[in-house]
């Protein structure tokens, strides 16, 4: 990460926005989690467990990996829509949310990749194009300055969901003044 003083930045950035932070190392794959949950009584949003970014080790790609991940959390950073994951009625439907959010993210987070400093060989999103809906999202999705801020992701987000009857009992969430808020529908 030395050789990326902006990436460094962001994980500073990111560590102290969402501490805890875990980190943790995974030999497979390197993923991150934000498992966002209304509490029993509904009042309020957290991530259980907390944030965590597992990191796959012993590749030559480490700190592009877990600039990767990082960038997912500073998308929460800023403000975008994060899925309140027990929201969503059906596990199905909840996965689903979840790949096309996935690929949202990544068409706004590879330009930030590269000022970070990485190739764009080193990115390796792990889009699953596994069925029709995926294959319509990376066509809908792929014209980046359409959802760029967080406020049109979230409205085209809502848009494309709404067309496949997917997610009509889903809610987002938005980080703002160091807490979760359910995003208002209105
Ligand atoms: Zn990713």
Known sequence: MNAHPKAMELWSAVRNTFAPLCLEVDGIRSRYALNLKWNAAGT????????????????????????????????????????IQNSVGNEN????INAVLNVIDHAIMLPRFLELGFSQAEFLA????????????????????????????????????????LGNDAWFASFEGNQWHEIDEQ
Do not use: W
């Open 126 to 165: 792990d889009d699953v194009c596994e069925n029709e809906v995926m294959k319509l999202c990376i066509i809908a999705f792929s014209n980046v300055a359409e959802f760029a801020t967080p406020k049109a992701y979230h409205t085209k987000l809502r848009g494309f969901l709404n067309l496949r009857h």
């Open 93 to 96: 439907e909840q996965y689903m």
């Open 44 to 83: 309020t949003i957290q991530s259980v467990p907390p944030p965590t970014i597992s990191l796959a080790i012993g590749t030559d790609r480490v700190a592009a990996a877990l600039s990767h991940e990082l960038l997912h959390f500073e998308l929460a950073l800023l403000g975008y829509p994060r899925l």
